[in-house]
C-alpha cells in the first residue's frame, strides 16, 4: 500500500540554520502530496501542499517540490527561526480523500 | 469562521468507564475523520465518513471503539470499556472532501485513562 518516509528526527538547529527534511513516498498512482506542522499543544495544521509533478508549494518560507522521478518532496528553508520549532509531518493522499502520514519530525530551534 | 471544534480537550477517567469524545466540522465540509496520535505509533487513521456514511474503518483498533456521524454537523468516538492503552491525543479533521483537498483539524482531544 501507500506509505511515506521521513527523515529520522530529533532535528535540533542554531537560528537562521539552512532547514532540510527529507520525506520519500511510496504509491502507485499520482497522489498529492502534503505538509502539515503541529505546533505544542496544538493540531495539526496544513503548511504547504503539491497536486503533480514539478510544483512547488510554499508558505512562510518553506518549500517543498514534488519530484515524480525520485518520489520525493522534500521540506527546506533557507533561515529558520525560533518560532518554526515544532513538529512536521509529510503525508499523500491518492483517489480516496484519507491522508497517509509519514512519523514525523521533531524540530528544535536554539537561539 | 469557525474551525473545526473537539470536546472535552481533557478527559482524565478510569479503567472500564466509557469515554466519549466530540467533534463538529467546519461547515460544508463533507468528510469527517478521527485520528489517535501516540509517542509509540505515530499519528493513526481510525475512521472516515464522507456525507456522514463510514467509508473507511479499518483503523478502528477493536470492538470498544465505536464511531457515529448522526448529522452533517456532529460526529461521536466512543470507547467503552476504556483501557490505559487507549490513552492518547484524539484528533479530529474535516474537509471538502474533494481530492488534494486540505484536511483541517481540531485542537485533539487529551485522553488520560487510570
Known amino acids: 500500500g501507500d506509505s511515506v518516509t521521513q527523515m529520522e528526527g530529533p532535528v535540533t538547529l542554531s537560528e537562521e540554520a539552512c532547514l532540510t527534511i527529507n520525506c520519500t513516498y511510496t504509491a502507485t498512482g499520482y497522489p498529492s502530496l502534503f505538509w502539515y506542522v503541529q505546533y505544542p499543544g496544538e493540531g495539526l495544521q496544513l503548511l504547504l501542499k503539491?497536486?503533480?509533478?514539478?510544483d512547488k508549494g510554499s508558505n512562510k518560507g518553506f518549500e517543498a517540490t514534488y519530484r515524480k522521478e525520485t518520489t520525493s518532496f522534500h521540506l527546506e528553508k533557507g533561515s529558520v527561526q525560533v518560532s518554526d520549532s515544532a513538529v512536521y509531518f509529510c503525508?499523500?493522499?491518492?483517489?480516496?480523500?484519507?491522508?497517509?502520514f509519514g512519523q514525523g519530525t521533531r524540530l528544535t530551534i536554539n537561539p | 469562521d469557525a474551525g473545526v471544534i473537539q470536546s472535552p480537550r481533557h478527559e482524565v477517567t478510569e479503567m472500564g468507564q466509557e469515554v466519549t469524545l466530540r467533534c463538529k466540522p467546519i461547515?460544508?465540509?463533507?468528510?469527517l475523520f478521527w485520528y489517535r496520535q501516540t509517542m509509540m505509533r505515530g499519528l493513526e487513521l481510525l475512521i472516515y465518513f464522507n456525507n456522514n456514511v463510514p467509508i473507511d474503518d479499518s483503523g478502528m483498533p477493536e470492538d470498544r471503539f465505536s464511531a457515529k456521524m448522526p448529522n452533517a454537523s456532529f460526529s461521536t468516538l466512543k470507547i467503552q470499556p476504556s483501557e490505559p492503552r487507549d490513552s492518547a491525543v484524539y484528533f479530529c479533521a474535516s474537509t471538502l472532501g474533494q481530492i488534494g483537498e486540505t484536511q483541517y483539524f481540531g485542537p485533539g482531544t487529551r485522553l488520560l485513562v487510570l
Open positions: 503539491a497536486t503533480k509533478a514539478d
Open positions: 503525508a499523500l493522499s491518492q483517489g480516496a480523500q484519507k491522508l497517509v
Open positions: 461547515s460544508g465540509h463533507n468528510s
